[in-house]
């Protein structure tokens, strides 16, 4: 697949230091706007920067719709829980745009605990000439005013104003991990292991739960919430996913509490593959729907599936995404690799599916090929505007020249946070405190 | 598939399931790639990894509670781990029940176990009314004896530097090394016992939270009688055990 690299630029801007990894500057999430224009990233020390797409010009041939830093603000700052003596975290867990609704874009960021709404506007021209005041702001001397003169709006340097419109705190006890704007525009849920709560926009002192799996004894838990979105169509659907490797379709038109699905997907186990670890295995990370709202996909450990929302018994479609890890399993329960959470992603039209993986890799599945591949995300492997090189990690046997080998891995470069641009083969990469861009130049086909 | 013997940042070319510090046996070698343990079962040595993964487990669960925010899913997955191989073990009959002594336990082992719970329980302990009248004594008492054991120096300070959920995960901590030492040799029911110093109620903090929203010491003592008329277990030695799991995965799993 012929790419484009924009890392020069983007890192630039992004890192404050190039030569270590600062904590605060691991990126957390990454989600294109709805028309890709925007690109938010949200990172553990509490930042939220959205980069913008520069409008394709002909003075400037190389720069094809590049992004560049637009905004960067503090979303959320490290709080302490006195109750329960524990530090609240100021990572941001996810972003989801709003749709464009007028001149301002306005986004959704949440840490453990709270949601905030933050309003993004621009700023490019200013009122000059008022009658009571002088260029500075200060009131001018009544008797110097001879004549009255209209204010008027004169161009000036762009200014991006970022502003928090509203905090949704106090509804979660346990850590949020999902939220996801409603088709309607109005409300959006956000989830946390336990419960779901739905908000409207609008009203921050309240919100209604619509999933509590919280058992009445605490002994009996066993399954967790680990991801949820809301039907891009359908307004009174949603799914979540489980730490069993369930998936729950509800309606919110059946019953104001939804504890019972309206379907269950859930793939029987295969029995040869049976260890200690399956069920962690089974735990799904991810779960998206897809663009035309007929299937879900979702990512556990080692592979991604497909769902078609017709179908509850099964898959359609199961990919691996490093199979190799099977027998290394136990030592990945040790290091603790085995409980990494890996999102997932689809292209605009839905034919492609993306996750990432460690050692900076990360994979796209096309559906209809079936055919996939490997590619890297690093500053050595690829200079600006070079194509990306596939990848192969040999597990013994026939080793080609630029195979790595499984123990050869990094497991601590994962890329966990991926994201597709809604139309566009562009996709945003996150590797530990680097984005990654990479375009595709031209239209071609997976090879 | 060749066995490498280089070691590397992964440890093993072949993942058998040993801990560290365990003599690899020659008879688990042919394991596939599976890494399905059904196939392991005839070997010799499957006891052995089952109960090391069983004692990893429980050392994952207790270093769950030293961290600053536990993962709710990352506890329940062990969890349920740590029951999944105690039902397999009951059927198989070697999960043996341990009548609470400490004659055979060297003081230094239990000393050091004590103290992550104890560390831990503090660390939870919310400044509420009344929460640790009635425990804080035992609890403090065992912190009491710490100091004056000149032995316990190098584990506790390696203990407590795993303070971070940030850390690093290509290496594996230090001090985890040291935990799982003191487990490697116990019996599943003497690690059982690790947890009985602790009142549960200190993990309970939702019922916390509860009582205290519902009003002052009343609706307190409600949730502690609660907790402390837990459910008793079902009769029978092996549903015992099964009961007593649950009471011990009940203080891991709540936050």
């Given at each position: 697949m012929g790419e484009d690299t924009d890392t020069r630029k983007i890192n630039h801007s992004f890192?404050?230091?190039?030569?270590y990894v600062t904590e605060a500057d691991i990126i957390s999430t990454v989600e294109f706007n709805h028309t890709g224009e925007l690109l938010a990233t949200g990172d553990k020390g509490g930042r939220v920067v959205i980069f913008q797409r520069e409008p394709e010009s002909k003075n400037a041939p190389h720069s094809q719709g590049e992004y560049d830093v637009y905004s960067t603000f503090q979303s959320h700052e490290p709080e302490f829980d006195y109750l329960k003596s524990l530090e609240i975290e100021e990572k941001i867990n996810k972003i989801k745009w709003l749709p464009q609704q007028n001149a301002a874009h306005s986004l959704l960021s949440t840490n453990d605990k709270t949601i905030k709404l933050w309003k993004i506007t621009e700023r490019d021209k200013r009122p000059e000439g008022y009658n009571l005041k002088d260029e500075e702001g200060k009131l001018k001397d009544l008797s110097t005013v001879t004549s009255l003169q209209v204010p008027v709006l004169k161009p000036m340097d762009l200014m991006v104003e970022v502003s928090p419109r509203r905090v949704f705190a106090n509804g979660h006890t346990y850590h949020i991990n999902s939220i996801s704007v409603n088709s309607d525009c109005e409300t959006y849920m956000s989830a946390d292991d336990l419960r779901i709560n739905l908000w409207h926009l609008a009203i921050t002192d309240r919100s209604f739960n619509i999933v509590d799996i919280k058992p009445a004894n605490m002994e009996d838990l066993t399954e967790v919430i680990t991801a949820s979105e809301f039907h891009p169509h359908h307004c009174n659907l949603f799914v979540y996913s489980s730490s069993k490797g369930s998936l729950r379709l509800c309606d919110m038109r059946a019953a104001a509490l939804c504890d019972k699905h309206s379907k269950l997907f859930e793939e029987p186990e295969d029995p040869s593959n049976r260890s200690f670890f399956s069920e962690i295995i089974s735990s799904v990370s991810d779960v998206k729907f897809s663009h035309s709202g007929r299937y879900m996909l979702t990512r556990d450990y080692l592979t991604v599936k497909v769902w078609d929302l017709n179908m509850e018994a099964r898959p359609v479609e199961t990919y691996q995404?490093?199979?190799?890890?099977r027998s290394k399993l136990c030592s990945l329960y040790e290091n603790d690799c085995i409980f990494d959470k890996f999102e997932c992603a689809w292209n605009g039209s839905d034919s492609v599916i993306m996750t990432g993986a460690y050692n900076n890799f990360f994979r796209m599945f096309d559906r209809n090929t079936k055919r996939d591949v490997t590619l890297e995300a690093s500053r050595e492997s690829s200079k600006p505007r070079a194509v990306l090189k596939p990848r192969r990690v040999c597990v013994g046997g026939k080793r080609r020249r630029d195979d790595i080998s499984v123990d050869s891995l990094d497991f601590t470069k994962k890329i966990l946070h991926t994201a597709w641009h809604p139309a566009e083969n562009i996709i945003a990469i996150a590797a530990t405190n680097n984005l990654y861009i990479f375009q595709d130049k031209v239209n071609s086909e997976m090879h | 598939m060749t066995r490498k013997s280089t070691r590397n940042s992964f440890q093993k070319s072949e993942d058998t399931m040993f801990a560290r510090g365990l003599k690899r046996k020659c008879a688990d070698g042919e394991e596939d790639g599976e890494g399905a343990l059904a196939a392991l079962r005839a070997a010799p040595s499957y006891s052995l990894q089952r109960q090391s993964l069983l004692d990893m487990s429980l050392v994952k669960l207790q270093l769950c509670h030293m961290l600053v925010e536990p993962n709710l899913c990352r506890s329940v997955l062990i969890a349920n781990t740590v029951r999944q191989i105690q039902e397999e073990m009951t059927q198989d009959g070697t999960w043996r029940v341990t009548a609470p002594q400490t004659v055979g336990r060297a003081p230094l082992d239990r000393l050091v176990s004590t103290e992550i719970l104890c560390r831990s329980a503090r660390e939870a302990e919310?400044?509420?009314?009344?929460?640790?009248?009635?425990h804080a004594p035992d609890v403090v008492s065992e912190l009491s004896v710490v100091p004056s054991a000149p032995a316990l120096q190098s584990p506790q300070s390696s203990v407590w530097e795993v303070d971070s959920p940030r850390e690093n995960r290509g290496s594996f901590p230090k001090s985890l090394d040291q935990i799982f030492e003191t487990l490697d040799s116990k019996t599943p029911g003497a690690v059982e016992e690790l947890f009985s110093d602790v009142d549960s109620s200190y993990y309970d903090l939702d019922a916390v939270l509860t009582g205290m929203v519902g009003g002052a010491k009343s609706g307190h003592s409600d949730t502690l009688d609660a907790l402390a008329s837990a459910p008793a277990p079902p009769p029978g030695s092996s549903c015992k055990d099964l009961g007593e799991l649950d009471h011990v995965v009940e203080i891991l799993v709540e936050t």
């Open positions: 890192l404050r230091d190039h030569s995404v490093h199979d190799y890890l | 919310p400044p509420g009314p009344g929460l640790g009248d009635g």
